[in-house]
Structures are given as structure tokens and as C-alpha cells.
């Protein structure tokens, strides 16, 4: 059994989704808008379901795609003592504006050029995570509080109610500011099915825990260099499967060194449209 297993479903009343606990569905874990914009879409992650504009306390993070949903940048909220002083350090930025916006990862998608038949192929790459993290003795760095990104100089006005969540914090957050530099980032990438010639289609072993057939569907492992000297053992755990399970229901079930803001981000990017991809 995966740790973290959550379950994944859309907010009936709107087209978002939701993440509860599988035994809990009445818990909301996170929540994600999709925003659409003319040269890609945010996928606007929140504490609550019906609160997303960036300037709350709520407000936890967001993964943007490029137009052919394709390429995907996720963004977090943490802040840590190292990429404040980096920012403030730059004269070109203003020390009263408050780091909004890190960059923690990216995702991409597998460009489908010959049309063949199979699964997306996926790799993500988690800045925030160091690859030592799955090596012997390694961690990965735990955020000790939740702090929220709205500078305290600046009082915008809250988001009016059924408009589109503001996302763009340009005018008092730095978008995209870098986390410090932790090392060689930790890449996932999504572990080949085997061809089942009875069924005649691409199959992977989900114990059970995914029943329907999706191209959404994903198991990642991690992607490292043999000079590294990971275990066999670490390369074949999976860190992060996602799947069908009825209409409009999935479950994401999540180990170490994923959180599951960084799970769920993954996840929601298999939910943009990539007609080149399939």
C-alpha cells in the first residue's frame, strides 16, 4: 500500500476538482480551478473550494501549461530564508514586495509525432526536492509553517464573487522566483506498461487500486544516473500513481518524498487537453 492515498474528484456544482481523504470524503484536503488563458491555463490551487484568489491565506499555489498543454511549471508559496535574501539582494526588485511565486518543478509531456498507439510519456522534475533524497541517509526539506504570500504593505481588494480567481500576482509578488539551490533535482518519470496480448492493450499493475481504463492514467518512478548508486529496490518504488476508478472519480496514491500539494499538481496536469500526445 502507497502512503498518502488520497481519492480525487470533481466539485459537482462547478468545473473544478477536489482532493479528500478516501475514507473521509467529507474532508477537503486541496482544491484546483482551471483558468483558462490565450496562451496556456492555470490550474489554481486552494485550502478551501470556493475561495482562489491568490491574495488569500488559503491561496497554497498553482501549475501553469504552456498552449498545447505540453509543458507545465508548478508554483508554491513556501518561503525559506535563502530565496528571500537571494530576491532582496537583487536591486532590481523592490524589498518590499514579497516573494509570491516559487518555482518548484516542471512537468512535460512527450510530443506523440508518429501517432502510435500507447500511453503519455511524463517526466517531472521536482526543484524543491534534491535527488539525494532517495540515496542512503538523504531527506528531502520539510516546510515548517504555512506562510502566506500577500506582501502586508499591500491591501488589494478581495476578488469579486463569481469572477475568475486573480492569479497573477505581478503587481506585489515576484512570479517565479527561485528556490535556493538544492542540488540536482529529483525527476519522476512514468514507469513502460507491458502489452497484454488477451486483452490486447498497454497494462500496468495497480493493485487494484485504479479499475478503469484512462489515458490519465500513471505510475512514476524515479529517473537517475547509474553513477548515483541508487538501489534497484528505490528506482522500481512507485512514487506517485494516479487512476480511473468510475465517472469522474480517481485515486492518487502518494509516497515519500512527494507532498501532496506536489502529488496533486502532477495529477491535475494530466487533465489538460494534448491531442499531439496520444
Same mark, same amino acid.
Given at each position: 500500500m502507497l502512503e498518502g492515498t488520497e481519492q480525487l474528484r470533481p466539485i459537482v456544482y462547478t468545473p473544478d476538482w477536489c482532493l479528500v481523504a478516501e475514507n473521509e470524503s467529507d474532508k477537503l484536503l486541496l482544491a484546483a480551478k482551471r483558468v483558462r488563458r490565450a496562451t496556456g491555463t492555470d490550474f489554481v490551487i486552494s485550502l478551501v473550494a470556493d475561495d482562489f484568489s491568490w491574495i488569500r491565506s488559503t491561496y497554497v499555489g498553482k501549475l501553469r501549461s504552456n498552449f498545447f498543454g505540453t509543458k507545465f511549471t508548478m508554483y508554491d508559496t513556501q518561503q525559506n530564508n535563502q530565496s528571500i535574501r537571494s530576491i532582496h539582494a537583487n536591486k532590481q526588485v523592490s524589498p518590499r514586495m514579497s516573494a509570491c511565486n516559487y518555482t518548484i518543478g516542471a512537468i512535460s509531456y512527450e510530443l506523440n509525432v508518429l501517432r502510435t498507439r500507447g500511453p503519455r510519456r511524463m517526466h517531472c522534475a521536482i526543484h524543491s526536492i534534491p535527488v539525494s533524497c532517495i540515496q542512503q541517509g538523504g531527506n528531502a526539506p520539510t516546510p515548517t509553517s504555512f506562510t502566506a504570500c500577500v506582501d502586508n504593505q499591500c491591501s488589494p481588494l478581495p476578488a469579486s464573487k463569481g469572477k475568475e480567481p486573480e492569479t497573477d500576482a505581478?503587481?506585489?509578488?515576484?512570479?517565479?522566483?527561485?528556490?535556493?539551490?538544492?542540488?540536482?533535482?529529483?525527476?519522476?518519470?512514468?514507469?513502460? %506498461?507491458?502489452?497484454?496480448? =488477451?486483452?490486447?492493450?498497454? /497494462? !500496468?499493475?495497480?493493485?487494484?487500486?485504479?479499475?478503469?481504463?484512462?489515458?490519465?492514467?500513471?505510475?512514476?518512478?524515479?529517473?537517475?544516473?547509474?553513477?548515483?548508486?541508487?538501489?534497484?529496490?528505490?528506482?522500481?518504488?512507485?512514487?506517485?500513481?494516479?487512476?480511473?476508478?468510475?465517472?469522474?472519480?480517481?485515486?492518487?496514491?502518494?509516497?515519500? %518524498?512527494?507532498?501532496?500539494? =506536489?502529488?496533486?499538481?502532477? /495529477? !491535475?496536469?494530466?487533465?489538460?487537453?494534448?491531442?499531439?500526445?496520444?
Open positions: 505581478s503587481s506585489t509578488c515576484i512570479q517565479g522566483a527561485q528556490i535556493q539551490d538544492l542540488g540536482e533535482s529529483l525527476v519522476l518519470k512514468n514507469k513502460a %506498461p507491458r502489452w497484454h496480448e =488477451q486483452l490486447r492493450c498497454w /497494462c !500496468l499493475n495497480f493493485r487494484g487500486r485504479v479499475t478503469v481504463a484512462s489515458v490519465k492514467n500513471f505510475q512514476l518512478v524515479v529517473d537517475v544516473d547509474p553513477a548515483l548508486n541508487v538501489s534497484v529496490e528505490e528506482q522500481e518504488k512507485i512514487i506517485l500513481q494516479f487512476g480511473k476508478i468510475g465517472k469522474d472519480i480517481f485515486t492518487m496514491d502518494y509516497r515519500y %518524498p512527494l507532498s501532496a500539494f =506536489q502529488a496533486f499538481a502532477i /495529477c !491535475l496536469s494530466s487533465f489538460d487537453t494534448k491531442p499531439a500526445c496520444e
